[in-house]
DNA sequence: TGACTTCCTTTACATTTGTAGATCATACTA
DNA sequence: TAGTATGATCTACAAATGTAAAGGAAGTCA
């Protein structure tokens, strides 16, 4: 289970589509995107064979057709892009990274408590 | 006052060893960098002077030496990243991606006092 | 079954990134 | 001052990434 590589900006576009509607096929996927992105089918296209390359998607052929699924699911994405985060920006430090999370944002009360609460939980569940 | 565009791997290598001691020189920093990466001296040049380009670098000329100096802040580096990270992949849910650190590695009963001592700091500011 | 619409496939090209050799200018040293 | 070591510049080149046009194949509707 090699680490999901990091997702370019494009990739991201891509796979947050395919999570939203799966199994999907390419011009689905175009259709999504046009809006926030501009992209010509082709794009879209080729970023998500690409994409199927680097073990991001899976596709399968039908016929004529292409379904793609993702082969990383949310979680292992987002996973990955907050470790390596983590690693590189903070060399894995985790408060400060919290810390910077904190102060760079707006966090509202309701925030703060529900962190608070992750907190307390975590807490029990680590000693034991 | 741009984004601090997000760093590649090879310019965070780089970037951190020039905070480490700046100004410095591209000779010096390839010395430091030789063993984790064994980069030859034009790699570590090359990469430098494009990063001056990018404006993460500053470089000024003294007789034939180049000096450099970091134009941007480790804080202002981190915070980009883990605001790239935030944004991108929890699409700014803060409490998803604080959840997400926290399971993801084996965190100490001390880290998670001071998370709590953080986020219980960080109430006391917001309200006010 | 011909025309139209869709989707697929191939090919392309510019930019960015990773990596470095070769050669030129300097400065120090004997 | 000639020779050597050191740093600077230029040039290069492959892989990855962003972006898409052009041309083929297949299914659909009249």
Redesign the pocket.
């Known amino acids: 289970m090699g680490k999901p590589n990091e997702l370019?900006?494009?990739?991201w576009a891509v796979i947050k589509a395919v999570w939203e509607q799966e199994p999907c096929?390419?011009?689905e996927i175009q259709e999504k995107l046009l809006k926030q992105?501009?992209?010509?089918?082709?794009?879209v296209?080729?970023?998500m064979d690409?994409m199927v390359v680097?073990g991001l998607l899976k596709s399968e052929?039908i016929?004529?057709?292409?379904l793609y699924r993702s082969a990383v699911s949310q979680a292992q994405a987002q996973r990955g892009e907050a470790l390596y985060a983590l690693k590189q920006a903070f060399n894995g430090a985790l408060t400060p990274m919290v810390q910077c999370l904190i102060d760079s944002r707006n966090v509202s009360a309701a925030e703060l408590v529900e962190l608070e609460a992750l907190i307390k939980a975590k807490k029990k569940t680590a000693r034991s």
Not at 8 to 11: I, L
Not at 63 to 66: E, G, L
């Open positions: 370019t900006k494009a990739e096929t390419a011009p992105t501009g992209w010509a089918y082709s794009t296209r080729t970023l690409r680097k052929k016929r004529h057709a292409t």
